[in-house]
């Protein structure tokens, strides 16, 4: 059963320190998204890759966010340094890259900065 | 830029009761339309997809939506709902390969 696999599920970490995510998406998907999912903002789209470069990052907060893709099975999303605001749920979901692809999504980061 | 507006942010409403959950969208292009559902504490499925052709698609668990491209709608039923449809309700708009969604509607169905 083909899925998007997020890591770590749940990460709490003091403010000041870097945290990163990882996301590994289906075999043979070429497109990925980030999210981040807040109450108040709802889900905001981070940043998308496809073919593993960056084709949008504008939702992403220059400063302190980071995301690449070392390689196809893997993309990273970076804080450094974290802090409160951040705390969110991070999704990542991957796509065909076709003009009538759907997102994938993982089970998601649920980062808390204290 | 596309842009997706969900008109309610919590309904409330009885088991057997009929759904209709609205979406308008805004993008200059050809489109393509999600409907995804989030249960408490899990990650976004997808229930419907639009991408061409029938405008009124049918999606799991009885769901249904409708393409009204005069309207810039896409909007969201299902007949009689169910305890187990509580959930919030994800209208996403791809425009250019980005997916852009809603602020979602949070469905809560009284047994």
């Known amino acids: 059963d083909a899925r998007v696999t997020q890591t770590p599920r749940d990460k709490v970490t003091e403010m000041g320190q870097e945290v990163t995510m990882r996301c590994q998406p289906i075999?043979?998907?070429?497109?990925v998204f980030w999210y981040r999912q807040t109450m108040m903002q709802g889900l905001e789209l981070l940043a998308y890759f496809r073919n593993r470069a960056p084709l949008d990052d504008s939702g992403m907060p220059k400063d302190r966010f980071s995301a690449e893709m070392p390689d196809a099975t893997l993309a990273t999303l970076k804080i450094q340094p974290s802090e409160p605001r951040d705390s969110a749920v991070y999704f990542c979901a991957s796509g065909s890259g076709g003009s009538n692809t759907e997102a994938f999504f993982g089970q998601g980061t649920r980062l808390t900065v204290v | 830029a596309q842009s997706v507006s969900q008109h309610n942010h919590h309904v409330i409403l009885s088991e057997a009761a009929s759904l209709e959950l609205g979406c308008n969208y805004s993008y200059g292009g050809t489109v393509n339309l999600f409907w995804y559902v989030q249960y408490p504490g899990q990650h976004l499925q997808l229930l419907l997809k639009?991408?061409?052709?029938?405008?009124l698609v049918k999606g799991i668990k009885g769901f249904e939506a409708e393409f009204i491209k005069s309207k810039f709608s896409f909007n969201l039923r299902k007949p009689s709902v169910q305890w187990s449809d509580t959930a919030e309700y994800f209208c996403?708009?791809?425009?250019?390969?980005?997916?852009?969604f809603g602020k979602g509607t949070r469905l809560h169905i009284l047994p």
């Open positions: 075999l043979g998907h070429n497109t």
């Open positions: 996403a708009v791809m425009g250019h390969g980005k997916i852009i």
């Open positions: 639009y991408f061409s052709g029938d405008p």
